[in-house]
């Protein structure tokens, strides 16, 4: 699908559009070959959503999750759907019923929206992990994003019912939701026909991805402002040597939050001369979002610094989802709107809802690694 995608771009800006490895490719540009990715896959969304045909799997796949795990129906609607779509529109399904929630549903909607990520993001995702591991080990594009394809849908869906067992233990449901048994899907179209759903998804998409671009810009800017602060305090108190000798890099924000969280890393089963590299990713993801990390992954995976199979797949479910501090601005409004008389409780229960989503998806690369 993504090759589609490449057509679409290649149209737009010619070669500035082709892979790295692609015939006529001059070398990688994010701006050319990443973000089209999102404009096409949230076109392509949005022709599945007014065609009825996503609400249908969103519903089945639902209906297995309240039957197996006990939860209510919109609370597994809503966790479902965000396997396909992002934190602030899967809840849209469950819109007439956010208001009477309890609060351990609205814990368990912000949980799976946290936990996961979305399709136009995930497709990125793709790109970026592919063709990074795809230059590393001197591998076929095509196969490389085979690879990380399958890993990163397989992390969306086995995190939603990750996303379910954890918040339920974070908040254990003590009353008797309204939606108890009942699976019920609210449709809304945002198109009278297939032509208009493709070019509101498209003009979506492109919001997306230019915002996405611009958070790049200033996310990855302020990285380096960071680094270069502490890399300067390093010098003065005369630990960069030390640190270089001991870990090939002076002191930085990556190794700071490393340290913090390798022994974490080792704790889930990440090879333990992965585990720095590997919490660094993970506090990147949860301090800034997956993006950047995602970003870093790529960047560690070219320069073999990252290349154990098993800490490169782990790591890839453990930074799929949306777990970060400024994900609780996102969800409260976006969801807050639905019900604005619950504004209030999806803001207090917004760091709960981070740990939650960031238990999930450590909980799915701990998996990941059991069964690599």
Not at 81 to 94: D, H, K, R, S
Not at 277 to 301: C, P, Q, W
Request: aromatic share 8%; with cysteine.
């Amino acid at each position: 699908v993504l090759n589609f995608t490449t057509e679409g771009a290649e149209f737009v800006f010619g070669n500035l559009a082709k892979s790295p490895g692609s015939v006529g490719s001059i070398g990688m540009f994010f701006a050319f070959q990443v973000l089209p990715t999102i404009i096409f896959f949230a076109s392509l969304m949005s022709i599945l959503y007014y065609l009825g045909i996503m609400q249908r799997i969103v519903q089945a796949m639902a209906w297995v999750m309240a039957k197996t795990m006990g939860t209510s129906g919109a609370e597994s609607l809503s966790c479902t759907a965000n396997i396909f779509v992002g934190q602030t529109e899967a809840p849209l399904m469950i819109k007439p019923y956010v208001k009477g929630m309890t609060k351990s549903e609205i814990l368990t909607i912000m949980v799976g929206g946290m936990a996961t990520i979305a399709g136009g993001v995930m497709a990125a995702y793709i790109q970026i992990l592919g063709q990074s591991y795809s230059q590393a080990l001197n591998i076929p594009l095509d196969e490389a994003r085979h690879l990380f394809a399958t890993h990163l849908l397989g992390a969306s869906v086995m995190a939603a019912p990750a996303a379910l067992v954890i918040s339920k233990i974070l908040f254990p449901e003590t009353t008797e939701p309204e939606t108890k048994g009942n699976v019920k899907v609210n449709i809304e179209k945002n198109a009278s026909n297939a032509v208009e759903a493709a070019a509101v998804g498209a003009g979506d998409g492109l919001t997306l991805a230019l915002n996405v671009g611009a958070m790049l810009i200033a996310f990855i800017a302020l990285i380096a402002l960071v680094n270069y602060i502490l890399q300067g305090v390093g010098d003065v108190i005369g630990i960069n040597e030390t640190l270089k000798a001991a870990y090939g890099q002076p002191l930085n924000f990556q190794l700071l939050i490393g340290l913090v969280l390798q022994f974490l890393a080792a704790g889930i089963g990440v090879p333990w001369h992965d585990s720095l590299h590997f919490g660094s990713l993970i506090g990147t993801k949860i301090v800034l979002n997956e993006f950047v990390a995602y970003l870093d992954m790529g960047r560690l995976i070219e320069a073999k610094a990252l290349v154990n199979e098993k800490a490169v797949f782990m790591a890839t479910y453990a930074l799929c989802g949306f777990a970060n501090f400024s994900s609780i601005a996102i969800q409260i409004g976006g969801i807050g709107p639905l019900a604005p008389n619950r504004k209030s409780d999806i803001a207090g229960l917004g760091i709960k809802a981070v740990i939650g989503g960031s238990l999930a998806t450590l909980t799915t690369a701990t998996l990941a690694g059991i069964l690599f």
